[in-house]
Each structure stands twice: as structure tokens, then as C-alpha cells.
């Protein structure tokens, strides 16, 4: 069965530092999305991603936040400067139609 | 605005026991419903969804979730229970139509005891 995968599983940064959280969303969906669940707490809409841009992102994604579907297949979260409250798992998600989205298994950004 | 209210943190319960995870919506559009389950150190997995239809819902494992759109609510219930059900299980609510994100609940935490 077609999974949504993530690399790397865990990341370890050095505030400040830039990070590049990667995933390959099922081939075949087109609707593609970066969520976050701090330690604890409930999970949070970053950005949604269709047709080679954005289409809605929350207040959480500021300036220091990209996304970029780079080749066709890969989907990326880019952190440029990370904080210390930027630690959590973030998980990708994709879709096809208008209803389910699939989760991968999320990379966990630890920021020291 | 669309939210989820989960009313339960943590529901402990014995093994082959009955269980209902409660999860209340507000929203003033139509809306889609959803149950995810997330095991230790692992990410979300569907257990069923609500679009349209017969507002009894029948999932994997077991699970079955009923929708009532005059209590706004859409209560998860497993009429009897496993260890490996212990988990978190989260409701999560989105716009019908398009590509709308999803808005969770803050989850509910069920332990399952032998």
C-alpha cells in the first residue's frame, strides 16, 4: 500500500541553524501539507501546498518558513533560522480527492 | 471558524471493556469528520471519517464512530477493548470541498488495562 514517508526521523539542530525537513507524499496525490505537534500538545496546520504553490498557510508560518516541491516528487518544510520553540514532530500529509489526507510518520526537530 | 473539543484527556479502561472517546465540532458550514490514531512514536493513521451519508461510520480495528449533527458531535465507541488499542486518538474536522486543512482536537489518551 502507497505510503507518505519522511526523512530524516529525528533531527537534532543548533538554534539558528537552517533545516530542511523532507517528504515524498503518495505519487499519485496532488494536495500536499506540513503539520506540527509540539510535546504534548494538539497537532497544528502549518501550510497547504497545491499546484506548485501555496494555497493557505497559518500564523505559524512566517517568513522564517518555506515549502518547495523541488522535482515532482519531493515535498519540503524549510526552517531558515531555528528556534527553541520550533522543536516538535512535524508531520507531512498528502491528498488526492477531496476528502482523506495521509499521513507519513513525522521527523522530530529537536532545537538546543 | 471551525474547532474540535475533545472532552476526555485520558480515558483508562480495562481490556474487553466497552469505550466511547467523545469529540464535539463547532462549525456554521458543512464540514467532514475524522477519527486518526497515533501509536508510541509513530505517526497518524485513519481510522474512519464521516463525509456524507449514513451518520454511522465503521473504521478499522473495530472502531465505529457515530455522527449527530444537532449535538455537533461525532463520538468514536469500540465495544470491546485490546491492549494494542492503547493510543492516542485524535478528532479532527475539515471544510467539505477543496483542499482545506484539517483542525484536531487536542486528543484523548486511552489506556487500556489487562
Known amino acids: 500500500e502507497p505510503e507518505v514517508t519522511q526523512t530524516p526521523s529525528h533531527q537534532v539542530t543548533q538554534m539558528g541553524q537552517e533545516v530542511i525537513l523532507r517528504c515524498v507524499p503518495i505519487?499519485?496525490?496532488?494536495?500536499f501539507y506540513w503539520y506540527r505537534q509540539i510535546l504534548g500538545q494538539k497537532v497544528e496546520f502549518l501550510v497547504s501546498?497545491?499546484?506548485?504553490?501555496?494555497?493557505?498557510k497559518s500564523e505559524i508560518f512566517d517568513d522564517q518558513f518555506s515549502v518547495e516541491r523541488p522535482d515532482g516528487s519531493n515535498f519540503t518544510l524549510k526552517i531558515r533560522s531555528t528556534k527553541l520553540e520550533d522543536s516538535a514532530m512535524y508531520f507531512c500529509?498528502?491528498?488526492?480527492?477531496?476528502?482523506?489526507?495521509?499521513f507519513g510518520p513525522g521527523t522530530r526537530l529537536t532545537v538546543l | 471558524a471551525q474547532s474540535v473539543t475533545q472532552l476526555d484527556s485520558q480515558v483508562p479502561v480495562f481490556e474487553e471493556a466497552p469505550v466511547e472517546l467523545r469529540c464535539n465540532y463547532s462549525?456554521?458550514?458543512?464540514?467532514?469528520l475524522f477519527w486518526y490514531v497515533q501509536y508510541p512514536n509513530q505517526g497518524l493513521q485513519l481510522l474512519l471519517k464521516?463525509?456524507?451519508?449514513?451518520?454511522l461510520v465503521k473504521g478499522i480495528n473495530g472502531f465505529e464512530a457515530e455522527f449527530n449533527k444537532s449535538q455537533t458531535s461525532f463520538h468514536l465507541r469500540k465495544p470491546s477493548v485490546h491492549i494494542s488499542d492503547t493510543a492516542e486518538y485524535f478528532c479532527?474536522?475539515?471544510?467539505?470541498?477543496?483542499?482545506?486543512?484539517?483542525?484536531f482536537g487536542a486528543g484523548t489518551r486511552l489506556a487500556v488495562h489487562p
Open positions: 462549525s456554521s458550514v458543512s464540514v467532514y
Open positions: 501546498f497545491y499546484n506548485n504553490e501555496i494555497s493557505e
Open positions: 505519487s499519485n496525490h496532488l494536495y
Open positions: 464521516y463525509l456524507s451519508g449514513s451518520t
Open positions: 500529509a498528502s491528498r488526492q480527492g477531496a476528502d482523506t489526507q495521509y
Open positions: 479532527a474536522v475539515s471544510l467539505s470541498g477543496g483542499y482545506n486543512k484539517l483542525i
